[in-house]
């Protein structure tokens, strides 16, 4: 039977890497003046990224305590993203990655980092769609499957945390971000290679069909894997 390693090879030698998006987007908007802030930055482990150098000051905000060791940011703040301890237009660039599936109140939350923005910053996000079936199926199991499943996916219990999916489609978002003060500057919907079902062959074979049904039509754009968004302050 064909290994995953040589599907991989086969059908993704030039995939389109949706964390590339992720990172070119944001990368638009670091001047060396710049303020900005991650916006649920964590520990940092998972995400590593040389901002700092390239702009006046990163600040990292985080619920989680261990945002304090995150060695990707210049100062760390521990606090709630829908109550920011900043004043007004204290930000040039907000950016947020696998956070927003998280919120339990994202209209409540996009409107504080509205508030911190400067007029004409931007948002920029990356986050799972909700109608993608790797979405579906987090929806429909419990949390403790989701800590066992990222464990075997090398990830740590402890960065294991419940989803809500409340702002991850992409009328959502645009509805959100109208009710909120901001403007859609660039969404993309992404289907990347089937990372999720690389556990076995035929789930894999199953995963490339997929991508390549939902990325070849644009009526199906709705049922790809990520959202990256940048939303402009108006």
């Known amino acids: 039977m064909t290994t995953v390693h040589e599907l991989e090879t086969r059908y993704y030698r030039d ?3 949706d964390h590339a998006v992720f990172d070119a987007t944001i990368r638009r908007y670091l001047t060396p003046g710049a303020r900005i802030m991650d916006a649920g930055a964590g520990r940092g482990l998972r995400s590593r990224y040389d901002y700092a150098r390239l702009v006046e000051r990163l600040v990292g905000v985080d619920l989680d305590p261990q945002v304090k060791v995150n060695a990707n940011v210049d100062h760390a703040v521990v606090g709630d993203l ?3 301890p900043f004043a007004a237009e204290s930000f040039d660039l907000v950016f947020s990655k696998y956070v927003f599936e998280h919120l339990p109140r994202p209209s409540v939350t996009l409107h504080e ?3 911190v923005l400067t007029p004409g910053g931007h948002l920029v996000f990356h986050t799972p769609n909700r109608f993608h079936y790797v979405a579906l199926g987090a929806m429909l199991t419990p949390q403790r499957f989701h800590v066992w499943f ?3 996916r090398g990830r740590e219990a ?5 989803t809500a999916y409340r702002i991850n489609d992409r009328r959502t ?3 959100l971000a109208a009710m909120t003060g901001f403007g859609v500057h660039r969404l993309d919907l992404i289907e990347p290679k089937p990372d999720y079902l690389s556990f076995h062959p035929l789930a894999y074979r199953a995963g490339v069909a997929y991508e390549r049904l939902v990325n070849r039509w644009s009526r199906l754009r709705d049922l790809r894997c990520v959202i990256v968004g ?3 302050a108006r």
């Open 15 to 17: 995939a389109l890497d």
């Open 82 to 84: 829908a109550r920011l």
């Open 113 to 115: 980092l509205r508030r």
């Open 150 to 152: 990222n464990e075997r």
């Open 158 to 162: 402890e960065d294991s945390f419940p």
């Open 173 to 175: 978002i645009l509805r």
């Open 230 to 232: 940048d939303l402009d």
